[in-house]
Nanobody, 123 residues
């Protein structure tokens, strides 16, 4: 059974940093693309970042220049480093994996999802 488990969320002040991790089990995604999405209350799920097996990345415009994603294929783990956090970054952050090597910003393209981790940024 494939599982994606996020960790590292929490409460941080505006301007601070936080790193969230996603560990996959049940299947290797070393040749596949993975991504991060977020969802704030009352809003649709929003693309944050994606990374393919080679380390190529793509970011949503609200986080470009502030967030960085990376992966450790040997550990089937993906990371999201979030810097210069703003109150509008407050959301549940989800990791996702797709059965394709290509990057994607559409949640419909992802096959597996984690349960999410809450990130709250106070002003």
């Amino acid at each position: 059974q494939v599982q994606l488990v996020e960790s590292g969320g929490g409460l941080v002040q505006a301007g601070g940093s936080l790193r969230v991790s996603c560990v996959a089990s049940g299947r290797s995604f070393s040749n596949d693309a993975m991504g991060w999405f977020r969802q704030a209350p009352g809003k649709e799920r929003e693309f944050v970042a994606s990374i393919n097996w080679m380390g190529d990345t793509d970011y949503g415009w609200p986080v470009k220049g502030r967030f960085t994603t990376a992966r450790d294929n040997a550990k089937n783990t993906m990371f999201l480093q979030m810097n210069s956090l703003k109150p509008e970054d407050t959301a549940i952050y989800y990791c996702a994996a797709r059965l394709s090597k290509f990057l994607s910003s559409s949640p419909d393209d992802y096959n597996y999802w984690g349960q999410g981790t809450q990130v709250t940024v106070s002003s």
